[in-house]
């Protein structure tokens, strides 16, 4: 369980977060599965910001509340009590509606099952984002975001005709197509190889070089948590770990 517990500094963390400059900020979040002698809960009074435009790491065993983390920070969950802000917008004040709308603009989400449609083309599922949004897709931008994860000459294909690597740059594409100012990753590598793995996390480390964008990624690898993006002048990249028992 994640919970307001101290712990050491861990190499990489930010020097104490100006609290400006958190795109994210959760404040004595809890999140309780369940009721009763059955109750779980995952998160207990976690206060925490994500510093703007840098690599955030969230660590912890299994079952110790990252995605739960991830979920609520991100918009996808909504916590037991307490209040998170992305963006300054605190997000238990948005109906139903204006949450769904909400990740399409501000935040993009990649998760460890990659989630793209099987019957949708490489093209059609990396701009769902926009045509769900009402948005038309500018060329440009697609063959771009295409051309940045490295699936240029894949875009008619269908992701059975795709490698796990490839399908997960898929997803990463989808979430960067809305430009959007965090990029959420819930354990994005943890369904494939070595190689592969690495590869996927590199094209996130590369997303943060965008000077408007933050990365929170869920994993359970040390070595992925402590490799830092490639630097661009002026910020610091960061990888620290809310929590760790
Ligand atoms: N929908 C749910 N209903 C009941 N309990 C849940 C639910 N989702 C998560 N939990 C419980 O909440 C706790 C935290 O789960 P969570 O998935 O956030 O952990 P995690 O750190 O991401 O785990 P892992 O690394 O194994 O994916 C666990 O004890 C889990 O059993």
């Known amino acids: 369980m994640l919970g307001p517990h101290r712990r050491e500094p861990f190499p990489g963390d930010p020097v104490g977060i100006d609290p400006s400059r958190a795109t994210v900020r959760l404040t004595q979040v809890t999140r309780t599965y369940g009721a009763g002698s059955s109750a779980a809960t995952a998160l207990d009074r976690v206060s925490t910001g994500i510093a703007a435009g840098a690599f955030t ?15 609520c920070a991100a918009g996808l969950d909504r916590p037991t009590s307490g209040t998170v802000q992305l963006g300054g917008e605190d997000l238990g004040r948005l109906s139903e509606k204006q949450l ?14 990659f989630n ?17 949004a009402g948005a038309a897709p500018d060329h440009a931008s697609v063959h771009g975001v295409t051309a940045s994860v490295g699936l240029t000459g894949l875009l008619g294909r269908r992701p059975s005709e795709l490698s796990g690597g490839q399908q997960q740059r898929v997803a990463i ?12 990753a819930d354990e994005p590598a943890g369904a494939l190889g070595p190689d592969t793995a690495e590869d996927v996390l590199g094209l996130l480390r590369q997303a943060v070089t965008d000077p408007h964008r933050t990365v ?19 910020r610091r990249p960061s990888c620290r770990v809310p929590a760790r028992r």
């Open 100 to 113: 769904i709308r909400f990740p399409r603009t501000r935040i993009g989400f990649v998760f460890q099952a």
């Open 57 to 71: 790491a969230v660590m912890g065993p299994s079952g110790s509340g990252k995605s739960t983390f991830l979920h």
């Open 173 to 184: 594409a989808r979430a960067l197509i809305t430009r959007p100012e965090v990029l959420f």
């Open 216 to 234: 929170v990624m869920v994993t359970h690898d040390p070595a992925a948590a402590r490799r830092r993006p490639a630097r661009s002048p002026g």
């Open 116 to 132: 793209v449609l099987p019957s949708l083309t490489v093209e059609r599922n990396i701009t769902l984002p926009l045509r769900l």
